[in-house]
């Protein structure tokens, strides 16, 4: 891409994954069966398609447009085979021991399993599994997040707990207290897992339709019809995993989840010496703060970052100036890069920041928001909840399964995630202004 292209000022609105690895699919004509329509061609769909049909179902799935058109294709890409701002205890105290010890067993495995299955494909999607990094600012959040790898023992005993001097060697930045350290975590090419998940699929035997936006799904009698501009898919069940698109489906939904707009953002390939000094040993990081951190480079050397996502952004030279100002800050190894691309999205959260799967009807399913760390919790969910429903429901699911409930004061409870990161984010800069930098973390 010419270096032109990607001076301030410039259009940079472009996804860095690249859509072109995608197989030819066709669109749905006609009348199609299936013991399984799954609705929604994310991580969440493709892996649950993934997994039906590699023990012997017959699978179909649609997606309105193309793969990872949602929040897969606009995440960075990130392996966190972590839970955000929830300890063990807390989900024991959300879910009942039973019910937690399923899903954090599920979640301890969740990083480890997602290499596993690339397995030699590792470089076709672009995949570093060095581990990923959460840390912390305050010395409140060092206890916190101390308890927290305590917590993890019981399921597993990799867990590293950083200090400040740990956490800065590793990460090249500054300003932070304690971090956790999960070894099986680590980044990948999102669009490029995808399509890799759906060829396994395909090879399977699952069918996959992509330009077939499902316009509603009725009863059948005692089957269910999956209704799209072109055709009708008739299945004995239906999973809907269109992400916040689930709700124009089932309207039981609506009000369930709250969106996150975010924008990430990837610079032009760094030099050496700024590779020696930023996540020197091709870790993953992303903060444990409301005003979210999070950096990694790409096989090529790009250095992908988020920010909170406004209008203003789109600005000419703003983006590129907010982000470079905001990494300078950061990063002491980091100097001004014009960024190459940027993208939008939303992530989808539930109130209380755990994952479920929806019942809205006998045979009709929802899986419900992964919160922004979905690339390791999706891989999982689809095998999970794949195993679950082709055991014809009989064990228990490590994934709650409960029934669809709104949020209270959703009208306004919709914008806080935005508000409160744009907030701290704005209150932060404000401090760093009028206060010498520190590396301790006490702020």
Request: proline share 6%.
């Amino acid at each position: 891409m010419p270096a032109a292209d990607s001076q301030p000022g410039a259009d940079l609105w472009r996804p860095l994954w690249k859509v072109h690895q995608q197989r030819p699919r066709p669109t749905l004509v006609g009348k199609v069966e299936a013991e399984i329509a799954i609705v929604g061609g994310g991580l969440e769909g493709l892996s649950l398609a993934r997994e039906l049909s590699s023990l012997g179902k017959r699978v179909v799935l649609i997606e309105a447009q193309q793969l990872c058109d949602g929040a897969t294709g606009a995440s960075a890409g990130i392996v966190a085979p972590q839970l955000i701002h929830k300890s063990p205890d807390d989900v024991a105290k959300r879910l009942g021991a039973a019910q937690a010890e399923r899903f954090l067993k599920l979640l301890a495995g969740a990083g480890k399993r997602t290499f596993e299955l690339l397995g030699e494909r590792k470089r076709d999607v672009g995949a570093s599994d060095a581990g990923f990094i959460a840390p912390v600012r305050t010395t409140a959040g060092a206890r916190r997040l101390a308890a927290t790898v305590e917590q993890w023992q019981r399921f597993r005993t990799d867990l590293k707990l950083l200090d400040a001097e740990e956490t800065r060697a590793l990460t090249g930045a500054v300003g932070y207290a304690s971090a956790l350290l999960d070894p099986t975590g680590g980044s990948l090419n999102p669009t490029a897992f995808a399509e890799l998940l759906a060829a396994d699929a395909e090879n399977a035997g699952a069918v996959i339709f992509l330009h077939s936006a499902a316009s509603s799904v009725e009863r059948a009698g005692s089957l269910w019809r999956v209704v799209c501009p072109g055709g009708t898919v008739i299945a004995h069940q239906v999973v809907l995993c269109a992400n916040g698109g689930n709700a124009a489906l089932a309207p039981a939904l609506r009000r369930s989840v709250l969106p996150l707009q975010v924008c990430q953002m990837a610079t032009l390939p760094l030099d050496a010496q700024a590779r020696r000094t930023i996540l020197p040993h091709g870790h993953a990081m992303t903060d444990v703060e409301r005003d979210v951190f999070s950096i990694r480079f790409d096989p090529h050397g790009r250095l992908i970052t988020a920010y909170p996502m406004s209008e203003r952004l789109r600005k000419p030279g703003r983006l590129n100036e907010l982000a470079n100002r905001r990494l300078t800050m950061l990063l002491p190894g980091f100097r001004a890069t014009p960024l190459e691309h940027a993208w939008t999205g939303v992530a989808w959260l539930n109130s209380d920041l755990l994952p479920r799967i929806v019942r809205l009807d006998e045979g009709l399913f929802a899986v419900q928001a992964c919160n922004g760390r979905g690339i390791a919790l999706s891989t999982a969910i689809g095998h999970e909840f794949g195993t679950w429903l082709a055991g014809g429901a009989r064990d228990v699911c490590a994934i709650p399964i409960e029934q669809p409930r709104a949020i209270p004061g959703y009208v306004f409870a919709r914008y806080l995630p935005t508000l409160l990161m744009k907030a701290t984010l704005a209150a932060r800069q404000l401090r760093r202004a009028v206060l010498p930098r520190s590396s301790t973390g006490k702020e």
